[in-house]
């Protein structure tokens, strides 16, 4: 696709979308091998989307939260049903205007719009209300995030910036891990409480996802493989299998009886390489699960207003 901004599935098939202005929202439906199936067409005119998210019941939410040149005072959340009916939701920022290009829903429906930040950290904001179709409510600030400088490479930026933009989000289909992605890396965060904003007030698990012209997409299936994709036609799905599990958090120990005298045990040696090799799998996961499934072969070019 070659504006590909926000991808989702449901495990069957692919939902895509542009952040290109053609002054309707379409929503791809592609199956795994990546071709077109239908098209969800619904009857608003988007000024620049950036991400898609769906809950549970099938429900997609398209975030037109894009805004390169700080000029909207409002921003929009799309909410498309499978049919194609579609509720608008004006949403306004509390401390000026913000370009954004993340967006997550928590197990409970509420929306929240994680920004790009060239300085400093990723804003995270949510409606003080609920959401009404004729009027704009506001938003208010819950989080922030900061992501360090990596040596991945990747991105259109071809700089520190890269790995720190913040360009898409994604939650697993039961809630219990995020993701916030940048041109270069993906950040699994582990929801154990349902609690977005103390979830990513913790440490990510980071997993690189290198070589990507410009990422801008990420999903989960439900299985809890990773998905990312980048702008540009012919550009691949990238599969992180097991992705999810790597974010969840450790089972509780037990105390395990010391053995009996007659019993060997390990060698120093050997319990330090046992200790290593389960410390380094998720590294060794997150490199040997980096697969391509797929390509994306959506020929659309559209015209980018923003």
Avoid at 168 to 183: E, F, M, P, Q
Avoid at 281 to 304: C, K, N, S, Y
Wanted: with cysteine; proline share 9%; glycine share 8%.
């Amino acid at each position: 696709m070659q504006e590909l901004s926000g991808l989702t599935s449901d495990g069957k098939q692919f939902f895509a979308v542009s952040d290109s202005d053609n002054g309707t929202l379409r929503i791809q439906v592609m199956g795994r091998d990546c071709v077109i199936k239908r098209t969800i067409t619904a009857p608003v005119d988007p000024f620049d989307v950036e991400d898609l998210a769906m809950t549970p019941d099938g429900t997609l939410w398209a975030s037109d939260t894009g805004d390169n040149n700080k000029s909207r005072s409002t921003v929009a959340l799309h909410k498309v049903s499978p049919s194609g009916a579609v509720e608008r939701f004006r949403v306004t920022y509390p401390d000026g205007k913000h370009d954004a290009e993340a967006l997550l829903i928590d197990k409970a429906g509420i929306p929240y719009i994680i920004t790009k930040e060239p300085i400093g950290s990723a804003l995270v904001y949510r409606p003080t209300a609920p959401l009404q179709t004729d009027i704009s409510v506001p938003l208010e600030q819950v989080a922030r995030v900061t992501l360090s400088t990596t040596d991945t490479p990747g991105g259109p930026l071809e700089g520190t910036l890269d790995s720190r933009l913040v360009t898409g989000a994604a939650s697993t289909a039961d809630g219990s891990v995020i993701a916030l992605r940048t041109y270069t890396d993906a950040y699994l965060f582990p929801v154990p409480d349902g609690d977005l904003v103390k979830a990513l007030a913790g440490d990510p698990v980071r997993v690189p996802l290198p070589n990507e012209p410009q990422g801008e997409a990420i999903a989960f299936d439900p299985d809890g493989t990773l998905l990312s994709a980048s702008e540009g036609v012919g550009t691949p799905i990238r599969a992180v299998a097991g992705a999810a599990a790597l974010a969840q958090p450790p089972a509780p120990t037990t105390t395990t009886p010391p053995p009996a005298a007659d019993q060997p045990q390990a060698s120093p040696q050997e319990s330090s390489n046992r200790a290593s090799s389960w410390q380094n799998w998720p590294l060794a996961l997150t490199l040997g699960g980096l697969v391509l499934v797929a390509a994306l072969v959506i020929g659309l070019r559209f015209r980018r207003r923003a």
